[in-house]
């Protein structure tokens, strides 16, 4: 497939899902945590990143059996040539509303915070058109650029946090389990398909060598951002107090606003959106990617790449019928998340079948892959 030239290996891939996941937490995903888990919310991160390595348990698995293949060319193989097809369309529509609500949530981010004059279409064509470059570039170039800029964005988000220390009060943080232990437990749960973007690790599947780059890659981002959600929302339920807190919107901004160094450092909550903005541009770029190869897959189309800008287009219109930004936010939590799980039981189907039918790829084909 010459379309899809360029490997990424397990820490490139690790990085990849990390900022996919981590943009998260710019915005509302903080905000689910303390509503299911109050004081606890640290506790309920925790949780789902447990769940979210559960369930990319045959993401892992299809890998092993199929290294070096994506999606779409396994479910041909499993499922056939007509029911395959529809499973990853199924999952490619997903994700381009992921891709929608990303694009919406960069537009109102930046609206609300920094620009509030500026034109929503301005903002969402330039969104756009940046993610449509870097996709076309491929999945290598994409996971290269957020291993590139880890680095900025996370010591951002991480300074942040530790100038925020000062001002936390343990005290908030009790008692254990918050709301109690079965509400924590079924809330995080059901916030548990916010792991389900780790479905874009195996859209791109033909770009990891083997089974085991995959595999460190989804487990090792999965890890990394449960590890980043408990400590964003410990300190902001040690700060803010679980009631203020669920009602934050941007919770890193809120964090950012209160660092005061003296003439040192001050106003850092405007590095913050500029770190937000390019996880952001990251995220979009990988679920552009991810749909694009996903739909071209399922289609038989020889390359990816021309249904980039169309796709793009429609995503752009799509995204200004959001009303405002409470109207993304239900979409994401009361559609998204369940639909999640979804996502994520179509790999465990897949994988079930491969079994069942002995479907795998040819031991010279993995080795060919490997090497």
Do not use: C
Request: glycine share 8%.
């Amino acid at each position: 497939m010459g379309a899809y030239d360029g490997h990424i290996g397990a820490r490139e891939g690790s990085v990849l899902l990390f900022t996919v996941l981590g943009s998260m937490l710019f915005l509302q995903y903080p905000q689910y945590l303390v509503s299911v888990g109050g004081p606890a919310a640290w506790q309920a991160a925790l949780l789902v990143a447990l769940f979210g390595l559960v369930l990319a348990l045959p993401i892992v698995a299809l890998g092993y059996r199929f290294p070096g293949r994506g999606l779409a060319e396994i479910s041909r193989e499993v499922a056939g040539s007509v029911f395959g097809p529809l499973l990853t369309l199924a999952v490619s529509a997903w994700i381009a509303v992921a891709a929608l609500v990303t694009l919406r949530n960069f537009t109102e981010t930046f609206v609300i915070t920094i620009v509030p004059d500026t034109p929503p279409s301005v903002l969402i064509i330039s969104g756009s058109l940046l993610s449509v470059y870097a996709a076309y570039r491929g999945v290598e170039a994409v996971a290269r650029t957020a291993l590139a800029l880890l680095t900025v964005i996370a010591a951002g988000g991480l300074l942040v946090l530790i100038f925020s220390l000062p001002r936390v009060d343990t005290t908030l943080l009790f008692p254990i389990w918050g709301f109690g232990f079965d509400r924590t437990l079924m809330g995080s749960l059901y916030y548990a398909s916010t792991a389900a973007e780790v479905i874009v690790l195996l859209a791109v599947g033909h770009a990891f060598r083997d089974g085991r780059s995959l595999q460190h890659s989804s487990l090792r981002g999965i890890l990394l951002f449960g590890l980043a959600a408990a400590a964003t929302v410990a300190v902001l339920v040690g700060i803010a107090g679980a009631p203020l807190a669920r009602q934050e919107p941007f919770p890193l901004y809120f964090l950012a606003r209160l660092v005061y160094l003296g003439r040192f450092l001050q106003r850092t909550e405007a590095l913050i959106v500029m770190f937000w903005i390019l996880a952001a541009l990251i995220r979009l770029s990988a679920l552009m990617s991810a749909t694009a190869i996903s739909l071209a897959g399922a289609l038989r189309l020889p390359d990816y790449r021309p249904l980039l800008f169309p796709l793009a287009t429609i995503l752009s219109a799509l995204s200004l019928l959001p009303k405002d930004y409470v109207a993304v936010l239900r979409l994401d939590r009361e559609w998204m998340r369940p639909l999640g799980f979804a996502v994520l039981a179509v790999p465990l189907l897949l994988w079930l079948l491969a079994v069942v039918r002995g479907k795998a790829a040819p031991s010279g084909e993995a080795a060919g892959h490997a090497s």
